[in-house]
T-cell receptor, first 114, second 114 residues
Framework: GAGVSQSPRYKVAKRGQDVALRCDPI?????LFWYQQALGQGPEFLTY????????KSGLPSDRFFAERPEGSVSTLKIQRTQQEDSAVYLC????????????FGPGTRLTVL | AQSVTQPDIHITVSEGASLELRCNYS??????LFWYVQSPGQGLQLLLK??????LVQGIKGFEAEFKRSQSSFNLRKPSVHWSDAAEYFC????????????FGRGTSLIVHP
């Protein structure tokens, strides 16, 4: 089947705007992860779902960041009142069962906040 | 908390030459170790991973890595580099028995000269 897809691939927002980033995991994958990758850096963990349950959100940098996966498949990462420091590539990954299973990454959404 | 150091920001090699990318990790117990590759505009792809057993791990695309507990290292090697190997390489460490969510290094950019 298809891999992990993310949309939009590029997003430009004015400071203060709200944005929503979508992730479509591989069909049937139980676990879903969001990462933030700043320019020249490795990905940093944001949050993790197992089915619709958000099991770990320790990496979310502020309460402006919110993620959901209401039906246990598609996930949305929402950033409210965007700031320039939110500019980064947001990566989504899914794995079949979670735990030590291999994570498959999407191509990412590049967010630029002006 | 675990951490990863990739001491080389850029590595330049000639096509056909051998390659070694360095990775040092910090983690108090037995780690899970990963190497991912990221090509421009692409998501991360898993090259190989170490969980237990044989400390020499074979991966895709002709890559291998060796876990050396005494040196806290997990260096990536390839005997003969191809121009298509030019990409960003990330080492990551995960916690066994925990959520396995990987902590990534900042990456090493591989440049291949013809």
């Amino acid at each position: 089947g298809a891999g992990v897809s993310q949309s939009p691939r590029y997003k430009v927002a004015k400071r203060g705007q709200d944005v929503a980033l979508r992730c479509d995991p591989i069909s049937g994958h139980v676990s879903l992860f969001w990462y933030q990758q700043a320019l020249g850096q490795g990905p940093e963990f944001l949050t993790y779902f197992q089915n619709e349950a958000q099991l770990d959100k320790s990496g979310l940098p502020s309460d402006r960041f919110f993620a959901e996966r209401p039906e246990g498949s598609v996930s949305t990462l929402k950033i409210q009142r965007t700031q320039q420091e939110d500019s980064a590539v947001y990566l989504c990954a899914s794995s079949r069962t979670g735990g030590s299973d291999t994570q498959y990454f999407g191509p990412g959404t590049r967010l630029t906040v002006l | 908390a675990q951490s990863v150091t990739q001491p080389d920001i850029h590595i330049t090699v000639s096509e056909g030459a051998s390659l070694e990318l360095r990775c040092n990790y910090s983690y108090g117990a037995t780690p899970y170790l990963f190497w991912y590759v990221q090509s421009p505009g692409q998501g991360l792809q898993l090259l190989l991973k170490y969980f237990s057993g044989d400390t020499l791990v074979q991966g895709i695309k002709g890559f291998e890595a060796e876990f050396k507990r005494s040196q806290s290292s997990f260096n990536l090697r390839k005997p003969s580099v191809h121009w298509s190997d030019a990409a960003e390489y990330f080492c990551a460490v995960g916690a066994q028995g925990g959520s396995y969510i990987p902590t990534f290094g900042r990456g090493t950019s591989l440049i291949v000269h013809p």
